[in-house]
């Protein structure tokens, strides 16, 4: 019942832009702290950037700071990452997720690939 699907994901040049999306249903997202993960191959999960339920700041890595935002559409409850001036380091699949106390929720992924 609970799902959350990722969109967006895409093949870029350095220096691009892309935008991705989170589709949820099945929980109440207006409680749910709300995060962006990703992971390259060889590589563990990492986090990219946490929005909180309230109206509290995003947090972000200190990789994506000033690249990357996050922001949630209550109304529509979807997920957004807004990213800029992509680097080959950013490649990786980006998961979506939704965490409320023990409770947490992923996504099967996007591929975003950076290359020239």
């Known amino acids: 019942q609970v799902q959350l699907v990722e969109s967006g994901g895409d093949l870029v040049q350095p220096g691009g832009s892309l935008r991705l999306a989170c589709a949820t249903t099945g929980f109440t997202f207006s409680i749910y702290i709300m995060s962006w993960y990703r992971q390259a191959p060889g590589k563990e999960r990492e986090m990219v950037a946490v929005i909180p339920p309230n109206y509290g700041s995003p947090t972000y890595a200190d990789s994506v700071k000033g690249r990357f935002t996050i922001s949630r559409d209550r109304g529509k409850k979807m997920l957004y990452l807004q990213m800029n001036n992509l680097e080959p380091e950013d490649t990786a699949v980006y998961y979506c997720?939704?965490?409320?106390?023990?409770?947490?929720?992923w996504g099967q992924g996007t591929q975003v690939t950076v290359s020239s």
């Open positions: 997720s939704a965490q409320y106390a023990s409770l947490m929720y």
